[in-house]
């Protein structure tokens, strides 16, 4: 397994290589320069702007997710039937049924906490969405 360890950092390099060229190529600067110092959010905390959630093979993928309070979450339905994503509790985000193929948003509540959902339809499905 450690001998994986190099072709995976290489992989990172080149991975966060292309992360920054597209970015660079982004920026709607007029030749200035740009002095962002953040480093790229990890994929489990994303910012405000979004979030992902795809449903597949009647699973959620993420199974966990941490977000921002208020972020878009976007549900993608890629089984051939359909789904929900509904907190469980009192309820405080539900897409309502996600048929195959559709994409819906719901926003992430503004209270810090873990809030754990299920598909209603299908309730051995579940995941955890946590707000930091």
Known sequence: MFALLPLRARIAVVVATTC????????GGGGGSS?????TPHTTSPSKDGALITIKDFAFRPATLTVAPGTKVTVINKDAVPHTVTATGDKVFDTGKVESGQ?????????????????TIHPTMNGSLTVR
């Open 35 to 39: 002095s962002s110092a953040s480093p």
């Open 103 to 119: 994409t819906v948003r719901f926003e992430a509540p503004a209270r810090p906490g873990s809030y754990p959902y299920i598909c």
């Open 20 to 27: 920054a060229a597209t970015l660079a190529g982004c920026s």
